[in-house]
């Protein structure tokens, strides 16, 4: 069974890219899954080739048969989503993207005027890459990254990982702390959470370590640019160590990364800043997954 390095952040914009590009390219043996479908800096800095590619369906939304509808407003009223309104025609409608698909009204419909309906809300894909084999996913206009697509390229990435005899699988989360990130932690070996020294990114690190505890995963700490202000990057790694996580380390400011994501080149190869401290990140990390 490969073990599996997740890298996520409590917010977007924290350096998360950077921090994947750079294990990408350091990491042997290993598959790449992009799980923040939302963000396109990994795909644009892998380069994937696609080899294969396959719908997702994604939540089925419910559907209601005007034919058969009685009118009689059970659903409306039962929907805690306001999903279900009245149309111009006085027909009752499924607003999809209000619809969390949690299938009540469908079982309270008097009439079976109801039912979930399949949608493809999104691809997914197998690519080569430079730096290995990469599993991700794109998504269609106002498809929300779930949960299920998560846990869908993360387990495809299982079966290739056993077929080819891969050892690691090196996953790209979400930022935040929900559904979707809920699902790449689950079946980590070891999280690493990219974090910036600030008071909001110590609040967001405490949130994702307490999601990381409860599934009771391994947690390491890394502080991108930490020169920005020293005091508080010291305090996140008081309070990791407080917290009984791994301190994992800091990596300092450089104007240069952003450039170089522009320029579709992965960090750790163009900043010379960068390197050292990432290279004793990615060593610190492999030593505990
Ligand atoms: S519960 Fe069924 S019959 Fe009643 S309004 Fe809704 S769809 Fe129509
Ligand atoms: S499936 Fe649930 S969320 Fe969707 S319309 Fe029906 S009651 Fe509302």
Redesign the pocket.
Known sequence: MSRELVIISGKGGTGKTTLTSSFAYLMKNKIIVDADADAADMYILMEPEIKRKEFFKGNKPAK?DSDK????????QLCRFDA?YIDDNEN?VVNEMKCDSCDL?RL????Q??EMVDTISGEWYESETPYGIMVHAKLYPGAENSGNLVTMVKHRAHILSEEKGIEYILVDGSPGIGCPVISTISGANFVVVVTEPTQSGLHDLDRVRQLCDSFKVKTGVVVNKYDLNEDVANQIENFTQEKGGIFLGRIPFDVNVPKAIVNKEIPYVSCDSIKKPIEEIFNKSMENL
């Open positions: 209601i509808c009685t009118k009689c407003d059970i659903c409306r279900i009752y009204c309270a419909c008097p009439a005027a109801i």
